[in-house]
Every structure is written in structure tokens, then in C-alpha cells.
């Protein structure tokens, strides 16, 4: 159930929530930011040297991972660029790359104002910093 003022992704993270629970969700999120900061950087990448074929590989995984997340404008920007590149490879994809930073940006954004506590706790395997070998905590 969506209310009246609630984004997709306010609907679609509210009712992950209620899923899987707030500690699979803080993972789920921090997943997403990392995977999506991976793809958007080998995308800019791919596409400044021409590498169609990884460009198309990381839209995909954009588009997957954002519609898991209910990122509905990720979702659009990347298929609509995805499209464009099937259709004609020789274009200047420099204002497409642009749209979709802002769109992620958008979508950071909206993660942070809807869930601020995903920027509070990383993954329990991924310690925040490098730990010495033999190190105890005090």
C-alpha cells in the first residue's frame, strides 16, 4: 500500500523493510550504493572508450539492482541510454552520462532524506577502515 505523498521508492523500501527485516535492509542498501558506484564508474569508463558491449552490461545491472530498489528514474534514464546505444553506437553519449548522474544523484538523495540510517552502519563483513593483523579492540 502506497501513501498519498510516498515516492516508488518510499513504497518499495517501506515494504522491503517490512520483508526481510532493518538489518537485511541497512545490507541491501549499502549493496545498492556500492554496486551502483561501481557501475556508474566502469559505465563512464566503457563509454569514453567506446566499449559498447560493458556500457550495455552495466545499464543492466543499474536497471536491475534499481528496480529491486523500486529507483524507478535510474530505472528510466538507463533503459532510455541502453535503447540509445542499441540504436545508433556513434553517438555523443556525454549529456545521456550526465542525465544519469543526476539521477543517481536524485536517488541518493531520496535514500538519504527516506532511510538517513544506511549511511550509519556498514556491512558487518566490511570493517570501515584496514584492522592489523592481531588487532583487539579495547
Request: glycine letters at 2%.
Amino acid at each position: 500500500m502506497r501513501l498519498t505523498d510516498e515516492t516508488e521508492l518510499a513504497a518499495r523500501l517501506r515494504e522491503l523493510e517490512h520483508e526481510i527485516g532493518p538489518e537485511a535492509m541497512q545490507e541491501l542498501i549499502a549493496d545498492f550504493l556500492a554496486e551502483t558506484r561501481r557501475c556508474m564508474h566502469t559505465l563512464r569508463d566503457a563509454m569514453s572508450r567506446s566499449d559498447n558491449k560493458i556500457a550495455v552490461r552495466m545499464l543492466q545491472a543499474l536497471i536491475d539492482s534499481s528496480a529491486n530498489l523500486g529507483a524507478t528514474q535510474l530505472v528510466e534514464v538507463c533503459s532510455h541510454l541502453q535503447t540509445t546505444i542499441d540504436q545508433d553506437s556513434t553517438l555523443d553519449f556525454t549529456p545521456w552520462l550526465a542525465q544519469l548522474a543526476d539521477a543517481h544523484h536524485a536517488v541518493m538523495g531520496e535514500l538519504d532524506e527516506i532511510y538517513p540510517a544506511f549511511r550509519l552502519k556498514t556491512k558487518s563483513a566490511d570493517p570501515p577502515y584496514p584492522v592489523p593483523a592481531g588487532y583487539r579492540p579495547v
